[in-house]
């Protein structure tokens, strides 16, 4: 069987079994030929027909040092090995506490004092969200604290908590009314402007630092999260940071806060954790959160919430090899260079694309705008970002809108600057071949 027939054979399995996240699965597989990725090197992918492509989106956000870095594989051979798994119910395990400590150690000593490990984004939210309420539920006098306040357009998740915070209309409309109790706000304005009776049965408020991922990668105003964060101090009610997309060096810095000196009372890492290899997840707190679930065990205070691969071990080894890798190749010293090139290259983008309508950049993150020559949106059944990131892949790159009409580029950060400029024409190739058709 030749790879052609083989392929073949992968979609049509596909399409007979297969349900894909996110996805209209009417449309999957009628315009843009269905992919198999089949393996990858460094920022490429390769398809199962042998075609390479610049992995654009980091798959989905998540990978950091490229693929396949000997370090982390090595990590992780050595760590099956070994074992797989076992139960961290009960039990411990070396790896665990050693990324914990060192997860801790980022931190002024003394902040951020405890790691529960979760699998995902999802559960690391769940997990920050059941702690924050049952933190006061069982604290004398902060009983009514039940509620949480997000940001409009924000998304952290999911699972039915995590996904009752999301401020995205498209995915959470209907499912309103089913999870935890949230208010909405805009910005800082609109939050001091809720009513103190109100606040004062607010457990927690929760938001992507520094930069909205699935809202068209939109940055927050800068001082805005230190004002958040004294706010919250003032109020009595915890920060909750949702560092799924902007954690381990997206923005430029290791963690997000980091760029205005805030240290939150709950943190929530996942996606570039273990460099996207595997899953696993990190809700990060504090010792005074740790200590009001201290109790007789008659007080019933423990936090009974867990899952079967909490801790996961290959988890914990790729993500002590992935924080190696970050301090043997100076992996953040090496950023402002690439950060730089984006920027130049973006707005080289937006002058010279007759498509492109505006740029956002955060680090290593880029949203695209797109929109028709004379500045008019899009509509949204045109699909002209899903087409304009079809129309790259003859080019060699790979990325996905993040909305109907907004590109994302965020590569991951080992990616050279000849492989930036690689991908910023194929952008802008892909962008024109389609929109010239729209
Ligand atoms: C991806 C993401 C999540 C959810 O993480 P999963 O691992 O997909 O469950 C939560 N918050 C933000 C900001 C994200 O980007």
Redesign the pocket.
Same mark, same amino acid.
């Given at each position: 069987m030749n790879a052609q027939q083989q392929t073949d054979i992968w979609i049509r399995r596909d399409l007979e079994h297969c349900w894909h996240p996110f996805t209209p699965q009417s449309l999957w597989g009628t315009e843009a030929e269905i992919l198999m990725i089949q393996s990858g090197q460094g920022v490429w992918l390769t398809d199962s027909l042998g075609r390479r492509y610049i992995d654009g989106n980091s798959s989905?956000?998540?990978n950091i040092h490229g693929h396949c870095h000997p370090r982390i594989v090595a990590a992780i051979q050595r760590q099956a090995a070994t074992i797989c798994h076992s139960s961290y119910l009960g039990f411990g395990h070396g790896l665990a506490s050693d990324l914990a400590t060192r997860l801790c150690s980022y931190f002024p000593k003394g902040t951020l004092t405890r790691v529960f490990f979760s699998?995902? !984004?999802?559960? +690391?939210?769940e997990s920050a969200l059941k702690m924050a309420f049952q933190s006061h539920v069982q604290t004398p006098g902060e009983e009514a604290r039940r509620h949480f306040v997000a940001f409009s357009n /924000?998304?952290? !998740?999911?699972?039915m908590g +995590?996904a009752s915070l999301g401020g995205v209309g498209t995915f959470f409309s209907k499912f309103r009314g089913f999870g935890v109790e949230v208010t909405h706000v805009r910005n800082m304005e609109e939050l001091r402007a809720l009513p103190p009776q109100f606040l004062s049965t607010v457990a927690g408020v929760v938001i992507?630092p520094v930069i909205?991922?699935?809202n068209r990668m939109t940055p927050w105003p800068q001082g805005m999260l230190r004002e958040l964060r004294d706010f919250c101090t003032q109020q009595g009610i915890y920060l909750i940071l949702?560092?799924?997309?902007?954690g381990f060096g997206r923005t430029g810095k290791l963690f997000a806060c980091m760029h205005e000196g805030v240290i939150p009372d709950f943190l /929530?890492c996942?996606?570039g954790l273990t460099s996207g290899y595997t899953?696993l +997840?990190a809700c990060l707190t504090t010792e005074a959160v740790f200590n009001k679930f201290i109790g007789r065990y008659s007080e019933n205070k423990s936090f009974y919430y867990g899952h079967s691969f909490t801790a996961h071990p290959i988890g914990c080894a790729a993500a002590m090899a992935s924080l190696d890798v970050f301090e043997e190749e100076r992996v953040l010293e090496k950023l402002p260079p690439k950060m730089q090139l984006i920027g130049e290259l973006a707005a080289a983008l937006k002058r010279d694309n007759p498509y492109v309508s505006a740029v956002r950049q955060c680090g290593m993150i880029l949203g695209i705008d797109i929109a028709h020559t004379d500045g008019s949106p899009y509509a949204q059944d045109e699909r002209a970002g899903e087409k304009a990131c079809v129309a790259m892949r003859p080019y060699g790159l790979l990325t996905r809108p993040c909305t109907h009409d907004t590109i994302v580029f965020m590569p991951p950060l080992c990616i050279s600057e000849s492989e930036i400029r690689h991908a910023f024409r194929a952008m802008d190739g892909g962008i024109c071949d389609a929109l010239s058709q729209l």
């Amino acid at each position: 069987m030749n790879a052609q027939q083989q392929t073949d054979i992968w979609i049509r399995r596909d399409l007979e079994h297969c349900w894909h996240p996110f996805t209209p699965q009417s449309l999957w597989g009628t315009e843009a030929e269905i992919l198999m990725i089949q393996s990858g090197q460094g920022v490429w992918l390769t398809d199962s027909l042998g075609r390479r492509y610049i992995d654009g989106n980091s798959s989905i956000w998540v990978n950091i040092h490229g693929h396949c870095h000997p370090r982390i594989v090595a990590a992780i051979q050595r760590q099956a090995a070994t074992i797989c798994h076992s139960s961290y119910l009960g039990f411990g395990h070396g790896l665990a506490s050693d990324l914990a400590t060192r997860l801790c150690s980022y931190f002024p000593k003394g902040t951020l004092t405890r790691v529960f490990f979760s699998d995902d !984004g999802s559960t +690391a939210l769940e997990s920050a969200l059941k702690m924050a309420f049952q933190s006061h539920v069982q604290t004398p006098g902060e009983e009514a604290r039940r509620h949480f306040v997000a940001f409009s357009n /924000c998304y952290h !998740g999911d699972t039915m908590g +995590a996904a009752s915070l999301g401020g995205v209309g498209t995915f959470f409309s209907k499912f309103r009314g089913f999870g935890v109790e949230v208010t909405h706000v805009r910005n800082m304005e609109e939050l001091r402007a809720l009513p103190p009776q109100f606040l004062s049965t607010v457990a927690g408020v929760v938001i992507e630092p520094v930069i909205q991922g699935v809202n068209r990668m939109t940055p927050w105003p800068q001082g805005m999260l230190r004002e958040l964060r004294d706010f919250c101090t003032q109020q009595g009610i915890y920060l909750i940071l949702d560092e799924v997309m902007t954690g381990f060096g997206r923005t430029g810095k290791l963690f997000a806060c980091m760029h205005e000196g805030v240290i939150p009372d709950f943190l /929530c890492c996942a996606k570039g954790l273990t460099s996207g290899y595997t899953p696993l +997840a990190a809700c990060l707190t504090t010792e005074a959160v740790f200590n009001k679930f201290i109790g007789r065990y008659s007080e019933n205070k423990s936090f009974y919430y867990g899952h079967s691969f909490t801790a996961h071990p290959i988890g914990c080894a790729a993500a002590m090899a992935s924080l190696d890798v970050f301090e043997e190749e100076r992996v953040l010293e090496k950023l402002p260079p690439k950060m730089q090139l984006i920027g130049e290259l973006a707005a080289a983008l937006k002058r010279d694309n007759p498509y492109v309508s505006a740029v956002r950049q955060c680090g290593m993150i880029l949203g695209i705008d797109i929109a028709h020559t004379d500045g008019s949106p899009y509509a949204q059944d045109e699909r002209a970002g899903e087409k304009a990131c079809v129309a790259m892949r003859p080019y060699g790159l790979l990325t996905r809108p993040c909305t109907h009409d907004t590109i994302v580029f965020m590569p991951p950060l080992c990616i050279s600057e000849s492989e930036i400029r690689h991908a910023f024409r194929a952008m802008d190739g892909g962008i024109c071949d389609a929109l010239s058709q729209l």
